[in-house]
C-alpha cells in the first residue's frame, strides 16, 4: 500500500535554532517527491520538488534531502524564524497505468518561539 | 499573475444539503485538482481535471463530484452532505499536473 510517514508529528524550537524534519514513503512506482509549507487557514506553498536522481535541493533556508535507496526524505530548515511557524507536507508521486497519484503525509506541525 | 482564486471562503449547510465550490485557476494552467483537508486525515486527494476531462480520481465516495469548464475553471460539488464532510477544500492547478502544484487558499466548508 502507498504511504507516506511523516515525523515527528509536531516540533516546537527556539527561534534561531535548526531543525529537521523526516518524511519515510513506500510509494511505487516512484515519479517525485514534494515539500509544502502551510501556513494556517492558507493553502500549501510548494518548497522543493526533487525526482529520483537527486540527491538535495535548496530554497533559501530550507534544504531537502533524497535518500531513494531507503525511501527516506528530509527537510532542514537553517536559522529558523518566526514565519517558519507552519504545517509541513510531504508529498510523494506515483505514475501508474491510471495516472499519477499523490500520496499525502499527514504534515509536521512546526511551532517557532521567541 | 494572479493566482489560483476559491470562492466562498467560507460556508455553512446542514445535513442532506448539496454544495458547489469553485475554482478558478491561474492564468494558462489546465489542470486543477481538488483536495480535501481535515485535522484527522491530512490532505486526500479528490479528483483532477484537464482540459474539461477527469484525469484522476481518488478514493472518495460518488456524492463528490466536479467538473471542469473551457477557460480551465473548476467546479465541485457535494451532494447529500454528511456532517463529516466539513473540511477545508483546495484546489491547485499546475500547468500539465505534473508539474508544481499552485494552491488556493482553500474553501472551508462546515456542515451541521
Known amino acids: 500500500k502507498n504511504q507516506v510517514e511523516q515525523s515527528p508529528q509536531s516540533l516546537i524550537i527556539l527561534e534561531g535554532k535548526n531543525c529537521t524534519l523526516q518524511?519515510?514513503?513506500?510509494?511505487?512506482?516512484?515519479?517525485?517527491l514534494r515539500w509544502y509549507k502551510q501556513d494556517t487557514g492558507r493553502g500549501p506553498v510548494s518548497l522543493t520538488i526533487?525526482?529520483?536522481?537527486?540527491n538535495t535541493k535548496s530554497n533559501g533556508r530550507y534544504t531537502a534531502t533524497l535518500d531513494a535507496d531507503t525511501k527516506q526524505s528530509s527537510l532542514h530548515i537553517t536559522a529558523s524564524q518566526l514565519s517558519d511557524s507552519a504545517s509541513y507536507i510531504c508529498?510523494?508521486?506515483?505514475?501508474?497505468?491510471?495516472?499519477?497519484?499523490?500520496?499525502f503525509g499527514k504534515g509536521t506541525t512546526l511551532s517557532v518561539s521567541s | 499573475k494572479a493566482g489560483v482564486t476559491q470562492t466562498p471562503r467560507y460556508l455553512i449547510k446542514t445535513r442532506g444539503q448539496q454544495v458547489t465550490l469553485s475554482c478558478s485557476p491561474i492564468?494558462?494552467?489546465?489542470?486543477v485538482s481538488w483536495y480535501q483537508q481535515t485535522p484527522g486525515q491530512g490532505l486526500q486527494f479528490l479528483f483532477e481535471?484537464?482540459?474539461?476531462?477527469?484525469?484522476n480520481k481518488g478514493n472518495f465516495p460518488g456524492r463528490f463530484s466536479g467538473r471542469q469548464f473551457s477557460n480551465s475553471r473548476s467546479e465541485m460539488n457535494v451532494s447529500t452532505l454528511e456532517l463529516g464532510d466539513s473540511a477545508l477544500y483546495l484546489c491547485?492547478?499546475?500547468?500539465?499536473?505534473?508539474?508544481?502544484?499552485?494552491f488556493g487558499p482553500g474553501t472551508r466548508l462546515l456542515v451541521l
Open positions: 518524511c519515510n514513503y513506500t510509494v511505487s512506482p516512484f515519479s517525485n
Open positions: 491547485a492547478s499546475s500547468a500539465d499536473g505534473g508539474e508544481t502544484q499552485y
Open positions: 508529498v510523494v508521486s506515483a505514475i501508474g497505468q491510471a495516472g499519477t497519484a499523490l500520496i
Open positions: 481535471y484537464f482540459s474539461e476531462t477527469q484525469r
Open positions: 526533487m525526482t529520483f536522481s537527486e
Open positions: 492564468s494558462g494552467h489546465r489542470s
